[in-house]
């Protein structure tokens, strides 16, 4: 059994603990995610305190094992709002449960969680050149939409933009 609760300031290190530890693994990898250690916990605690995060337990006085950001707006990465939408950002889950189902279950619930908001669409990014990553998103019934570039000084980056119906 999964249990998805709002996290708490108590969660802010164990969510980026799990953090640091994805970005070292992709590092690792050679795969181009995320930069290592450029979320401060600062920054994790706002996002909590806004009702953004929310964590996985197997039990419900377990330990965290994921966790995902889910928000109603996201004008940075998608600027053209579409008010019938959510956004997950930041899932991660504990190295450990690598291949378990587990992520796919945190979108799953994600789904739910915005057809109960009476929205009609999840969307979320990734990194363009992570091929994995897309392909996963793809497995998981999200389409692919588009891309996003930005600028940072003299580099850049794209993003590759999914979405899903959740309309059952």
């Known amino acids: 059994m999964l249990t998805v609760e709002p996290a708490t300031a108590a969660d802010a290190a ?28 600062a920054t994790v605690a706002a996002q909590i305190e806004a009702g953004e995060f929310h964590v996985a337990r197997h ?15 996201d004008p940075i990465i998608w600027p053209e709002q ?21 992520g796919a279950a945190l979108l799953e619930w994600a789904s739910e969680q915005t057809r109960r908001e009476g929205r009609s669409l999840l969307r979320l990014d990734c990194a363009e050149t992570n091929g994995a990553l897309r392909s996963y998103y793809l497995n998981q019934g999200f ?26």
Do not use: N
């Open 14 to 41: 164990t969510i980026l603990g799990l953090r640091h530890a994805a970005e070292d693994w992709l590092s690792d990898r050679g795969i181009d995610q995320w930069v290592p250690r450029e979320v401060p916990l």
């Open 59 to 73: 039990h419900p006085t377990g330990p965290v094992v994921a966790a995902l950001r889910l928000i109603g707006s």
């Open 82 to 102: 579409d008010e019938l939408a959510c956004y997950v950002h930041g899932l991660v889950i504990d190295r450990s449960e690598a291949g378990t189902g587990l």
């Open 143 to 168: 389409r692919y939409v588009g891309r996003r570039e930005f600028a940072d000084g003299s580099s850049w980056f794209s993003v590759a933009l999914f979405e899903k119906s959740t309309d059952r």
